[in-house]
């Protein structure tokens, strides 16, 4: 019988022991997903000088291919190309409508910034601005003719401008509608900027265990302070349920220490 009790007493204080070695161990993170950031992608046209009709022509043509800006809705585009922000628009709408006002024609580095920062907000790739052409020194005279003849009059007072977010500059090709309108700009400038795939996101690695700061390599377990300090509380224990489960007395009372089964 005392056997048994002593038995008894030894799984008891080895679990209470162990305890704590369980409530410290931590389960190793898994693979996060990350969300790659999203790329520029598509060209916005922006109407300036008060040619709203023609940039809402050119809007019109390139937002129908895979051109337009996958994150442009219809409101900032009416914007940009040259309508007022409505009434109770939100902050970021008017925000947008008044840099839009603020842009000119010229290749200064107020106007560069302006155009960069509407890119940034709409993260795409390009800005067709859409402005008035300079007019000639000589309002009377136009291209030269080839063949020596009368000078051709000036074909079109609008001109579109491609702004490059990459190099922050405009390109040097300036475009003018013909007589099917802009096509042959957008066919232009679609050769030039490919559609894209979205992007996908991928998982992100579970990063490597961290490794031991030099002079503490890997212990055997015999040398770990939990395991004798388990032992020890083990020992104590069973002891202390062997002694408090013996007679005390010759009385007809005994005093015993019930242990859960």
Request: net charge neutral.
């Amino acid at each position: 019988m005392a056997a048994d009790r002593l038995l008894r007493g030894l799984v008891f204080g080895a679990a209470l022991a162990f305890v704590p070695l369980a409530a410290g161990a931590q389960t190793a993170p898994g693979p996060v997903a990350v969300a790659p950031k999203a790329a520029n992608q598509g060209v916005a046209v922006v109407g300036i000088d008060g040619a709203r009709d023609d940039a809402f022509a050119l809007a019109r043509a390139v937002y129908t291919t895979t051109l337009r800006p996958r994150g442009l809705d219809e409101l900032r585009a009416r914007v940009l190309a040259g309508d007022p922000a409505p009434p109770q628009t939100g902050r970021e709408i008017r925000d947008l409508a008044d840099v839009r006002a603020s842009l000119k024609g010229g290749d200064d580095a107020a106007s560069r910034r302006l155009l960069a920062s509407v890119a940034e907000q709409l993260h795409v790739e390009a800005l067709l601005v859409v402005g008035r052409a300079d007019p000639p020194a000589d309002p009377d005279a136009g291209a030269a003719d080839p063949d020596g003849g009368a000078p051709a009059p000036h074909l079109s007072s609008i001109v579109a401008r491609l702004y490059l977010v990459e190099t922050g500059e405009y390109d040097a090709a300036r475009y003018e509608p013909g007589a099917d309108g802009w096509r042959a700009t957008v066919r232009s400038i679609s050769s030039r900027f490919p559609q894209r795939s979205a992007p996908v996101a991928v998982a992100r690695p579970t990063p490597p265990p961290t490794a031991p700061s030099e002079g503490q390599g890997t212990r055997p377990f015999y040398k770990s302070p939990w395991v004798w300090g388990a032992v020890g509380a083990t020992l104590a224990l069973g002891a202390l349920f062997f002694f408090a489960s013996q007679d005390t007395g010759d009385d007809s009372i005994h005093v015993r220490m019930n242990v859960p089964r």
